[in-house]
Each structure stands twice: as structure tokens, then as C-alpha cells.
């Protein structure tokens, strides 16, 4: 659904932006100190599902939003 809405959306896109850091915290898992809750399985197609929704995001809009790129090639090199 966020997806859906980030497409649709400039003020949504802002806002997500806006705290980039604590969406990746909550959907890919970036803070080891903050694991994603179990069952691991659903975890693990959180994690997956939302690493392919930013690389579509940053395809699309990646020249647009700094952060938003920042945030792709951080994953890039954390997530290999």
C-alpha cells in the first residue's frame, strides 16, 4: 500500500523521505539492535519485499530525492 501511495503521492513521498532512516529500521532490519519480529519467515519477506520497493523507488525518483538515493546505495552495500 505504501508503495501505491509514494507513487501517487509528492506530500506522502516528503514525508516518508522525511524519515527514511526509521522506514528502513522498521522493514529491512538496519539497526541490529532493533531485529524485525518473528515469525522470521514473514521477517524475512518484509525484508525482501521492501528492499525491491526502494530499489523501484530510487529507479523512478532516485535523482529526486537525495535522501532517497543516500538510502539505496547504503542498502546496496549493507544488504549484499
Do not use: C
Request: hydrophobic share 35%; charged share 25%; net charge positive.
Amino acid at each position: 500500500m505504501a508503495s501505491e501511495i509514494f507513487s501517487r503521492s509528492h506530500h506522502f513521498r516528503d514525508l516518508l523521505i522525511t524519515n527514511f532512516q526509521e522506514f528502513l529500521e522498521l522493514t529491512v532490519e538496519t539497526d541490529t539492535e532493533q531485529p524485525l519480529p518473528p515469525p522470521k519467515e514473514v521477517a524475512r519477506k518484509l525484508r525482501t519485499l521492501a528492499i525491491q520497493t526502494v530499489q523501484s523507488w530510487h529507479a523512478t525518483y532516485g535523482e529526486a530525492y537525495k535522501k532517497l538515493s543516500l538510502g539505496y546505495h547504503f542498502l546496496k552495500q549493507i544488504k549484499k
